[in-house]
């Protein structure tokens, strides 16, 4: 139990946080998910959506939610997943 009532707010304030960012992290997980399927099935829409996922970890990233070096290394992936489909990015 919290001492103060300041840490009692902590807590409650803790766990908002912590099921926005979770909210956020799951997104990002859906949306790549969705875009390495979509390479596979339709490359035409590829394009759009890419920059749409990348735009989407980097506002992560610049909020806190995900470390910006895990954003860099996951658009890197993404990109270097896209050249081996020959989809110009």
Known sequence: MPITHSA???IRADKKK???NQAAVSELHTLTKKLRI???EDPSK???F???VIKRMDKAASNGIIPR????RKKARLTQMLQKANIQF
Not at 69 to 72: V, W
């Open 8 to 10: 009692a707010k902590h």
């Open 18 to 20: 912590r099921l926005r």
């Open 38 to 40: 979509l390479v596979k």
């Open 46 to 48: 590829v394009k759009e």
């Open 50 to 52: 890419a920059r749409f």
């Open 69 to 72: 070096k895990r954003s860099d």
